[in-house]
């Protein structure tokens, strides 16, 4: 079995230790991630795993020709090939084996021995056989086509010149390149920053297929709920793992962690104490030595450290100004680019507090939506209406562009804030990556990704009632996308967002706009984003099929109006099949809510017995009892009434 395995492994910068005594074993198999603060060496223990970063003590062992695949998380441009020629040269590892194979088949043809020699040899070539079709060598025209088409590239993209790929898609191409190489070690560092949710659900499929075995950096919770069984955390210099997927990893290090939290808290007591007495004695020439004494006391005690993922940071915007019960009316909006069309004739209205996804591929006019809904596009046909009141902060994808200024982080952050948070203002950088002396910065120095968490920060800082966010979580760790949501779920105004982290979609959502390429139709979902994945086939995602079941309205040109007989046949099978489909799961619902309601009764009256109500433990159980089943019957309410309304809705 291939593997690569260190113990002990030290490694310092200056008076920092990086690494102190890190042991790990990955193996062909192991499904693992690595998890840490900013900061906190991942990115460096992965180059020492590859063998590109040299360390100061330990132990490295690898299994003799085991190959150890890195792939960083930016920086790789590719140049002077077309994208067919460079996604092949991942191959160019299986020429060695096939020179081989070819030294060995040759000294077979020309072997007169027998016996024991003559079997190795033999062996020998067959192994080399095996090694060449594992890597899909022989089948590398349709391998390559899969990943290309699997990670977003077109049939027409693959005879173009990489050079004319932009940063984003050159780290695409580099991925490709990893994954055909099908290493035995794969390392990938935040594979999916580039990738939209189509490319990482096929990312994800494609790595639980994967016969070698991996260590994940990520920061999308969802991807590593699905790609993992182990979790590795690096915390002050220190490895640790945790069986499970991430959100189990989660669940254990926060019981493991409670007991720090109190010891952590006990010790702040005892340091705040102490230095209060050290303040009061210093200048007291009887008690000088006493205040020396205590001094030492805080300079040798050993201080507890929490992870600032685990230290519990609230956030709250301000209040979103009150406004009408209609939040936004689009009507009619159709926008092309030539002869390509985008949108057409998409009508919308959202009520105020919604939270709405817009979902679709790549392609399918997601951020066009948004830059009409914020003013930032002119160039389309139709209506944008607000209702009373509203007052919209808009973030777009490249809003670090616009962001010039000489002043500091600190400052200019702090000349919009409202007053009352202005004491709260380092935690919220903090919260969005900027801690220590990042926040006397000058803007003008910041990077892309600093610049779009600050132009984030700022906007969410104003009083408004209707958010307008293209990618928000783009360059957010983990635990600053907890905070956005925490806070973000705390708002109440309106919400209409973009997004390719699975997790935040699910979690923020309430209601899901599904946009389609194949027939430039949209669609309304009344549920969260998990809620539109489970109602949607899923031929029709991978397809893009998904054809508008909305009735028909008003047209906005007469071409839009000219819908011949056929299509009118296809929309009404449509409506009828969607239809057929929503009776069928409301009838499950009813039914369950019924023996819900038979349950939740028969513990009444159980309850209501003077036998069981005089034992305080079993009333107590059977409380619980109820309440779960008060819980569920709630819930499935709730699902039926969405039901419901879109049944109307396709009936009316």
Not at 522 to 525: G, I, S
């Given at each position: 079995?291939?593997?690569?395995?260190?113990s002990?492994?030290?490694l310092?910068?200056?008076?920092?230790?990086i690494?102190?005594n890190?042991?790990?074993?990955l193996?062909?198999g192991?499904r693992?991630c690595?998890?840490g603060?900013n900061?906190s060496?991942?990115?460096?223990l992965m180059k020492i795993?590859?063998?590109?970063?040299n360390?100061?003590s330990?132990?490295?062992?690898?299994?003799?020709?085991t190959?150890i695949?890195?792939?960083?998380?930016?920086g790789i441009v590719?140049?002077?090939?077309?994208?067919?020629q460079e996604?092949?040269?991942?191959y160019a590892?299986?020429h060695n084996l096939l020179?081989?194979?070819?030294?060995?088949?040759?000294?077979l043809e020309k072997s007169e021995?027998?016996g024991?020699?003559?079997?190795?040899l033999i062996?020998?070539?067959h192994?080399l056989q095996?090694?060449i079709e594992n890597?899909g060598?022989?089948?590398?025209?349709?391998?390559i086509?899969?990943v290309?088409?699997?990670?977003g590239?077109?049939s027409?993209?693959?005879e173009?010149?990489t050079?004319?790929?932009s940063?984003g898609?050159?780290m695409?191409?580099?991925l490709?390149k990893a994954l055909l190489e099908k290493?035995?070690?794969?390392l990938?560092?935040?594979?999916?920053?580039?990738?939209?949710?189509?490319?990482r659900?096929?990312l994800?499929d494609?790595?639980n297929k994967?016969?070698g075995g991996y260590l994940?950096?990520s920061h999308?919770?969802?991807f590593l709920?699905?790609c993992?069984?182990?979790v590795?955390e690096?915390f002050?210099?220190?490895?640790k793992?945790?069986?499970?997927?991430?959100s189990s990893?989660?669940?254990t290090?926060q019981?493991?962690l409670?007991?720090l939290?109190?010891?952590?808290a006990?010790?702040?007591?005892?340091i705040?104490?102490?230095?209060a007495?050290?303040?009061?004695f210093?200048?007291?020439?009887?008690?000088?030595?006493f205040?020396?004494?205590?001094?030492?006391?805080?300079?040798k005690m050993?201080?507890?450290?929490?992870?600032a993922?685990?230290?519990?940071?609230?956030i709250?915007?301000p209040?979103?100004p009150?406004?009408?019960?209609?939040?936004?009316?689009?009507?009619c909006?159709?926008?092309?680019?030539g002869?390509?069309?985008?949108?057409?004739a998409?009508?919308?209205?959202l009520?105020?507090?919604?939270?709405l996804?817009v979902?679709?591929?790549?392609g399918a006019g997601?951020s066009?939506?948004?830059?009409i809904?914020?003013g930032e596009?002119?160039?389309?046909k139709g209506d944008?209406?607000?209702?009373?009141?509203?007052?919209?902060?808009?973030?777009s994808?490249?809003?670090a562009e616009?962001m010039?200024?000489?002043k500091?982080?600190?400052?200019f952050?702090?000349e919009?804030a409202?007053l009352?948070?202005?004491p709260?203002?380092?935690?919220?950088?903090?919260?969005?990556?900027?801690s220590?002396?990042?926040v006397y910065?000058?803007?003008?120095?910041?990077?892309?990704?600093e610049?779009?968490?600050?132009?984030?920060?700022?906007m969410?800082?104003r009083?408004?009632?209707?958010?307008?966010?293209?990618?928000p979580?783009?360059?957010l760790d983990?635990y600053?996308?907890?905070i956005l949501l925490?806070?973000?779920?705390?708002f109440t105004?309106?919400?209409i967002?973009?997004?390719?982290?699975r997790?935040?979609m699910?979690?923020l959502?309430?209601?899901?706009?599904e946009?389609?390429?194949s027939?430039v139709s949209?669609?309304?979902?009344y549920?969260?984003?998990?809620?539109y994945?489970?109602?949607?086939?899923p031929?029709?995602l991978q397809?893009?099929k998904?054809?508008?079941?909305?009735k028909?309205?008003p047209a906005?040109?007469?071409?839009?109006?000219e819908i011949n007989?056929?299509?009118?046949?296809?929309?009404?099978k449509?409506k009828?099949a969607?239809?057929?489909k929503?009776?069928?799961?409301?009838?499950?619902?009813?039914?369950k809510?019924?023996?819900?309601?038979?349950?939740?009764n028969?513990?009444?009256?159980?309850?209501?017995d003077p036998l069981?109500y005089?034992?305080a433990q079993?009333?107590r159980?059977?409380?619980r009892q109820l309440?779960?089943y008060?819980?569920?019957?709630s819930?499935?309410t709730?699902?039926?009434?969405?039901?419901?309304?879109?049944l109307?809705?396709?009936?009316?």
């Open positions: 079995m291939s593997f690569v395995q260190f002990k492994v030290n310092a910068f200056a008076d920092r230790d690494l102190k890190v042991s790990l074993r193996a062909s192991s693992s690595l998890t603060a900061g060496g991942k990115s460096t795993i590859a063998g590109k970063m360390w100061d330990g132990e490295r062992a690898v299994q003799k020709d190959r695949c890195y792939l960083p998380q930016s590719h140049r002077g090939k077309t994208l067919r996604v092949e040269t991942a590892f299986v020179e081989c194979l070819e030294k060995k088949g040759s000294l021995e027998d024991a020699s003559l079997k190795v062996e020998e070539h192994s095996e090694q890597t060598y022989y089948r590398r025209e349709a391998e086509s899969s290309l088409y699997g990670l590239f077109s027409g993209d693959t173009r010149n050079g004319e790929f940063g898609w050159q695409r191409i580099a490709a290493p035995d070690i794969l990938l560092d935040e594979p999916t920053n580039y990738l939209d949710i189509e490319a659900s096929w994800e494609y790595l994967f016969q994940l950096v999308d919770k969802y709920d699905v993992v069984n182990e590795y690096l002050n210099g220190n490895l793992r945790y069986a499970g997927n991430y990893y989660k669940e290090r019981v493991e409670e007991s939290i109190k010891k952590y006990e010790q702040n007591e005892e705040e104490k102490t230095q007495l050290i303040r009061r210093r200048y007291k020439a009887s008690k000088a030595s205040a020396q004494e205590l001094v030492k006391r805080l300079e050993e201080r507890i450290e929490i992870p993922s685990f230290k519990k940071i609230n709250n915007f209040p979103a009150h406004c009408g019960n209609i939040a936004l009316t689009l009507n909006i159709t926008k092309s680019y002869n390509h069309h985008v949108l057409n998409l009508d919308l209205c009520d105020a507090g919604e939270r996804v979902a679709g591929p790549n997601k066009t939506l948004l830059r809904i914020a596009d002119s160039d389309f944008v209406k607000f209702g009373t009141g509203v007052k919209m902060g808009y973030f994808q490249d809003a616009a010039q200024s000489s500091t982080v600190l400052d952050i702090e919009d409202p009352s948070l202005i709260k203002i380092r935690d919220m950088l903090g919260a969005f990556l900027f220590g002396d990042d910065k000058s803007v003008s120095v910041l990077s892309g990704g610049k779009s968490r600050l132009a984030l920060l700022k969410l800082l009083p408004v009632n209707l958010l307008v966010l293209d990618e979580t783009n360059h983990l600053s996308k907890d925490d806070a973000l779920n705390k105004g309106t919400i967002f973009v997004s390719h982290d997790a935040f699910e979690e959502s309430t209601k899901t706009f946009l389609s390429i027939a949209y669609k309304l979902f549920g969260n984003y998990a809620y994945l489970e109602s949607v086939k031929d029709d397809e893009n998904t054809h508008c079941l909305k028909s309205k906005c040109s007469q071409d839009a109006k007989n056929e299509q009118r046949r296809v929309l009404d449509q009828q969607a239809s057929r929503l009776e069928r799961q409301e009838e499950a619902i009813l039914k809510l019924e023996e819900l309601e038979t349950k939740k028969e513990l009444e009256n159980e309850l209501a069981v005089s034992n079993r009333a159980d059977i409380k309440d779960l008060s819980l569920h019957i819930e499935q709730q699902y039926w009434e969405s039901i419901a309304l879109q109307e809705e396709l009936k009316n």
